[in-house]
């Protein structure tokens, strides 16, 4: 068996736990495109306001005396048609970067937090519905895009206009400037002040509607159980009153922006209604021309609808924020696991477990003051009743989870002291099930060692005695397999788990109860298969079938959490113990009829 050298090893990934901090992450990512952006749309804001002032300087030239024909006209008409192409082409190239930039960091979201939320260990996982996550991770990716372009399109121009507005109405009638700067400022609080008032709502929506994501992500995976109890009805009405539940948070969220709206639009309209008719009324007592009162009519209802834009803008990137900060609240949080920077040497693999303590979440204990060595290359199956602690102990050595005292030693390196990645790359494991990706059967196979050629994945399938079948299929190693394997039969996703290991070819080997889900002809096959791949390894194998240990070197007995026999298969027949006590039941055919291990 060769040695492979680890891979680089990335660095361990923190992400802000806070929304603000994580957004101000991605911005600082690309912080010239944002900013290119960013410059863009204030220009642009900036032109549309000037337009409202090139027209007053046509208005003006049109309303100066009575010789119409030497007017000057074509000047202000010039500017502002100018100004109004300047306007749509920098709108236009914002709209040409910000598709780019913002799209970008929504992909760099998503990755991120999927690399992120794989650092938990399995047990985060069995909490958690792996729909839901899935959904708050696409969901987090699109409430930070509808922040960011929201943030972009919809409160930076509203914001440019009104300050570009006062600066012009300062031209008009400085009071009226600094009237509008008072009244909309008291207006932005009071509007703000309420939209915050709503985030609970906004919350409650974002986690209701993750949760019935998982629901029906759960449903659909099950859905032969559904079928097999007839329970489509039952799960139906199961799921309308999950989707209710969110129906009802969804209607209270939404109804609290329509009265955040219509706050507004009363405010802003009693606002617009009061500029115009001040500016009349000065026009009147001629103190402005026609063409300010045009200027403060065009500016008024822009500053109304923007604000209009800008108040719905508010409330939604709140409700956008309560959906991200709910994914934060359960994705990023600290990992439990602490990972190391040290890669793990090539290994011979030597096993020790010194003084090991572990008990599972709800605190029952599994080991207490567990001791075990496994010189590198002995075949040892793990056997015991259920609830003995056999596959919590290859779990812990793989560091699914870590130990709560003590150290696991490969070759006398403390794996907590190594990365997991590293770690994991010198470990091989057949699981009971094999999860296959919904991908070809070239890719599932290659999936033990990306990096390898065509020729090395088909060596791997014909040492697992999986090549044949996988010929005979139509699009052959081509074939998509569908979901979690569905395609193939337990016995084929099993032969190409092997030969997933095979390619690996890592120094320690975990089967883990890897044929106790087959019938007996798919086992007699798949046995065939392991018997070659467990030559030259430091195996340790989790057996239900004691037939699948039979010709090991060494048998650990487990109950209780603790190693209550350990020989050779022979000897711990001889000694009439709980491994006898196994075999004969199996013998008698109560679980299986394995053949009894050659002596010695």
Not at 409 to 428: F, K, Y
Not at 467 to 482: K, M, P, S
Not at 516 to 525: F, M, P
């Amino acid at each position: 068996m060769k040695q492979k050298k680890s891979a680089p090893r990335r660095k361990p990934l923190t992400l802000p736990g806070q929304t603000l901090p994580f957004l101000w992450r991605y911005l600082r990512m690309r912080p010239w495109h944002f900013g290119l952006m960013f410059v863009l749309i204030f220009a642009a804001s900036s032109c549309a306001v000037a337009v409202q002032y090139g027209m007053k300087l046509l208005v003006d030239a049109l309303a100066a005396g009575n010789d119409r024909q030497h007017a000057d006209v074509w000047t202000p008409l010039a500017l502002f048609l100018g100004l109004i192409a300047a306007e749509n082409g920098l709108w236009r190239l914002s709209g040409w970067l910000g598709c780019r930039t913002v799209v970008a960091s929504c992909v760099d979201i998503r990755v991120e937090l999927f690399r992120y939320l794989t650092g938990h260990p399995m047990r985060y996982f069995n909490e958690h519905f792996a729909g839901a996550l899935g959904n708050r991770i696409t969901a987090t990716g699109m409430a930070a895009g509808n922040i960011y372009g929201g943030f972009a399109w919809k409160i930076m121009p509203p914001l440019v206009d009104f300050f570009g507005a006062v600066v012009v109405l300062f031209t008009v009638d400085w009071r009226m400037a600094m009237s509008l700067i008072v009244v909309v400022l008291l207006v932005a609080v009071l509007i703000t002040a309420y939209g915050i008032r709503g985030r609970d709502k906004h919350q409650r929506y974002a986690a209701q509607a993750a949760q019935v994501g998982g629901e029906l992500v759960d449903a659909v995976s099950n859905v032969w159980t559904i079928k097999a109890f007839s329970a489509r009805d039952r799960e139906s009405d199961r799921l309308a009153r999950k989707i209710g539940r969110e129906a009802r948070a969804h209607r209270g969220s939404w109804l609290y922006m329509e009265k955040t709206r219509v706050l507004h639009d009363i405010c802003l309209s009693l606002l617009a209604a009061g500029m115009l008719i001040w500016a009349i009324l000065l026009w009147r007592a001629g103190r402005v021309s026609a063409g300010d009162v045009v200027l403060v009519s065009a500016l008024t209802f822009r500053i109304l609808n923007g604000s209009r834009d800008l108040a719905l803008a508010l409330v939604d990137a709140v409700q956008q924020l309560s959906a991200i900060a709910d994914t934060l609240r359960v994705i990023v949080r600290p990992h439990a696991l602490k990972d190391a920077h040290l890669p793990l040497p090539d290994v011979d693999g030597t096993i020790d477990l010194v003084d090991v303590s572990y008990s599972y979440p709800d605190g029952r204990q599994v080991f207490q003051g567990f001791n075990l060595h496994i010189p590198a290359g002995q075949k040892v199956g793990l056997v015991g009743p259920s609830g003995a602690g056999k596959s919590t102990l290859v779990q812990l050595i793989q560091r699914l989870d870590d130990v709560k005292e003590g150290q696991i030693l490969i070759d006398g390196h403390d794996i907590r002291q190594v990365s997991v990645d590293s770690l994991r790359q010198m470990i091989a494991v057949v699981p009971q099930e094999t999860a296959l990706f919904a991908r070809s059967i070239r890719e599932n196979i290659r999936y033990g060692r990306p990096e390898a050629n065509n020729r090395e994945v088909e060596e791997a399938a014909r040492l697992a005695y999986c090549d044949a079948f996988i010929r005979e299929l139509r699009h052959g190693y081509d074939t998509q397999v569908g979901e979690r394997g569905a395609r193939l039969s337990g016995g084929q996703r099993q032969r190409l788990g092997i030969a997933r290991a095979f390619l690996k070819d890592a120094p320690i080997l975990i089967l883990d109860e890897a044929t106790s889900a087959l019938d007996t002809h798919s086992e007699a096959e798949i046995q065939v298969a392991l018997a070659d791949l467990v030559r030259g390894r430091t195996v340790l194998a989790v057996a239900h079938r004691l037939s699948t240990v039979a010709n090991f070197d060494r048998i650990l007995v487990l109950q209780n959490g603790k190693v209550v026999e350990d020989g050779s298969p022979a000897e711990l027949l001889a000694r009439d113990g709980l491994y006898a006590s196994l075999w004969r039941m199996q013998a008698e055919g109560f679980l299986h009829d394995p053949e009894p291990p050659a002596p010695g």
